[in-house]
């Protein structure tokens, strides 16, 4: 199973999505499910203790590319594998997950950052970087991979949770 969301306690955490996307995986694993987790390398998250595992990927957006990186850690106190997204010009400027408050869809930027890490993650699963029999999307942040997943013929099951 992939969990793919915008938060991850400890790492990147605004809020319950946060928890949830740390606490349902490491049970999972601790019950024998091969499981891992990606959420995007906003720039607080230093790659420093983290382990490149692909670079120079293009993701094909509406008009052009944008080129992602893919780094690899492990979630503090279990063996969950989180692999980060990374891309200077989406993730690198906020001081915190979300340019607002709260985690809705209020602003445009906001729509326009999720949308692409929607298919940043959509491009890594296509090409064999992450691999999965079932994603677990979570919340509206996620909302672009279930449809890219659903409308281009993915044999990967999904789950949306919102």
């Known amino acids: 199973i992939l969990f793919v969301g915008s938060e991850l306690t400890p790492i990147a955490k605004v809020g319950g ?9 490491k049970a999972l694993k601790k019950s024998g499910v091969d499981v891992s987790i990606v959420i995007p390398r ?37 063996e969950v594998k989180v692999y980060l997204v990374d891309n200077e010009d989406y993730w690198t400027h906020a001081p ?3 340019f607002e408050q709260t985690a809705f869809a209020g602003a445009k930027q906001e729509i326009q950052r999720f949308t692409f890490f929607s298919k940043a993650v959509y491009t890594l699963i296509q090409g064999g970087h992450l691999k999965a029999d079932i994603i ?14 659903r409308h281009t013929g993915a044999t990967v099951k999904t789950i949306f949770t919102i």
């Not at 999505?17 to 995986?25: F, I, R, S, W």
């Open 17 to 25: 999505l946060g928890d949830v996307m740390e606490a349902l995986p």
């Open 42 to 78: 906003y720039g607080f998250i230093p790659k420093e203790n983290l382990k490149l595992i692909a670079s120079n990927i293009e993701v094909l957006l509406k008009n052009t590319t944008e080129k992602i990186s893919l780094f690899e850690t492990t979630l503090p106190n279990s």
């Open 96 to 98: 915190e997950p979300y």
């Open 136 to 149: 677990h999307a979570n919340d509206w942040h996620t909302g672009v991979l279930v449809s890219l997943l």
